[in-house]
């Protein structure tokens, strides 16, 4: 170990720091002064956004600002104290009902975020000697909780079937008589494939393991109620943990548990992160109210059918085949990975040089040298805007490097 006085801690930051620019994984905030909708002002500059979840157009929608404000004069900024303590606000409590009605389950359980949701409820599920099963591209808040929690762990290839039975039978023939939790995305946030829900139901009935799926980005998107992806595939009611952001589709922030009221119950009296953590504000959960509400009502279903359209006119360009392909719903997130770090961010740079907003997304949102371009579309954007971003990805060459979504699901 270095000693103090030979290393200072600015120097020790900065060395790792340097390892971060060199392999051009180095991030940096950029100062956006305007709400979030199809144009952003990034640095003093106007530019089109194909960056954000906000695949609704709701975060910056006036039914939400509205119901936002309300709840500011009602119930005051803050909420003073955890939930258990003193802050469980009628916002709260609406925004839960709503949820759950919404979802069509017993219950539900908001927190801060999708991350404290995923953290508290996994580690208030398992324990020591209990094991998680976890696609290989699930997200990092979810590896992070079975880190957090000791877990053993056993990946599988990213949506592979035959992987997944072949470790529940290992399990099974091994008499393994702890718990088992599967957990995956519905549909994936850096892919924007989807998980094969039905089958998965049916591996975790015949091997008697439970499931939780990560809805983040499916909610309010997919199903006859746009309650999400389990709900397109049928299977809803066979899932024993439905979790989900409100911070995406729905507009606003936080995170939801949907289920039974038994498993609510033993959340609200074990989850950590519910527990010990400040109940948010009560604007965040009036403006998640109303997006909900929004979402499920008749102007819902227009902004899924006018994001539907977006989607296709840029499949048109980037994608032509895939169209044909059974089974490929419909994606927001279109990746367009281009391998190196480096030219990942190149390209974002070339982009934002014409006027278009989109990330490098680098290690460790994706595997090293798997650097993309994750375009999301958004029901904000026009027939222009597409235009637009379609005209500069041309311009720029930009568009060879797509891996048909089908080579995913593969
Ligand atoms: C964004 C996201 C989360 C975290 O939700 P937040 O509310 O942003 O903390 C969890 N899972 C997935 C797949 C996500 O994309």
Redesign the pocket.
């Known amino acids: 170990m270095p000693e103090i006085d030979e290393i200072s801690f600015e120097q020790e930051l900065n060395r790792r720091l340097d390892s971060w620019r060199q392999r051009r994984l180095y991030r940096e905030l950029r100062r956006v002064a305007s709400p979030q909708c199809s144009r952003l002002t990034v640095d003093g500059r106007s530019l089109l956004n194909f960056s954000s ?1 906000d695949y609704l157009g709701l975060a910056n929608h006036p039914e939400l600002k509205q119901a936002a404000i309300r709840a500011v004069e009602r119930f005051g900024a803050g909420a003073g104290a955890s939930r258990l303590i003193s802050g469980s606000l009628v916002p709260h409590q609406e925004l839960e009902e709503t949820l759950a009605e919404f979802k069509g389950t017993e219950a539900a359980l908001t927190f801060a ?4 949701a ?1 953290i508290g409820t996994i580690c208030a599920l398992l324990g020591k000697g209990d094991i998680i099963i976890l696609d290989r591209l699930v ?1 990092a ?1 979810i590896v992070d909780a079975a880190r957090l929690c000791g877990l053993k762990f056993h990946i599988f290839a990213h949506n592979d079937l035959n992987r997944l039975e072949y470790i529940l039978k290992g399990l099974s023939t091994r008499g393994f008589s702890k718990h088992v939790l599967i957990v995956t ?1 519905s549909l994936f ?1 850096m892919d924007g494939d989807h998980a094969p829900l039905r089958e998965i139901v049916d591996l975790k009935d015949k091997y008697g393991a439970w499931l939780m799926i ?1 809805e ?2 499916a909610g309010g998107l997919y199903g006859k109620n746009r309650r999400g992806l389990a709900e397109a595939a049928g299977v809803e009611e066979r899932i024993e943990i439905q979790m989900g ?4 589709a729905f507009g606003a ?3 939801y548990i949907c289920g039974s009221r038994t498993l609510i119950n033993y959340l609200i009296n074990c989850a950590r992160t519910f527990i010990f953590s400040t109940a948010p504000v009560p604007a965040a959960a009036a403006a998640a109210t109303a997006g909900l509400r929004l979402v499920r009502s008749e102007a819902g279903a227009e902004l899924c059918n006018l994001l539907w359209k977006r989607v296709g006119e840029v499949d048109a360009f980037l994608r032509p085949k895939a169209a044909s392909q059974d089974n490929n719903l419909p994606s927001a997130v279109i990746p367009l990975v281009v391998g190196a770090e480096a030219r990942a961010v190149e390209a974002s740079i070339a982009l934002r040089d014409r006027g278009i907003f989109v990330p490098a997304i680098r290690y460790p949102s994706v595997a090293p040298g798997q650097a993309r371009l994750r375009l999301s579309v958004s029901a904000a954007h026009s027939a222009a805007d597409v235009a637009s971003l379609i005209k500069e990805l041309d311009v720029l060459d930009l568009a060879k490097p797509l891996v048909p979504r089908m080579t995913n699901d593969e």
Do not use: Q, R, V, W
């Open positions: 979840n975020t999708g991350y404290a995923a997200h808040c995305e946030s990560d983040a980005h952001t409100l911070g995406k922030s936080g995170g």
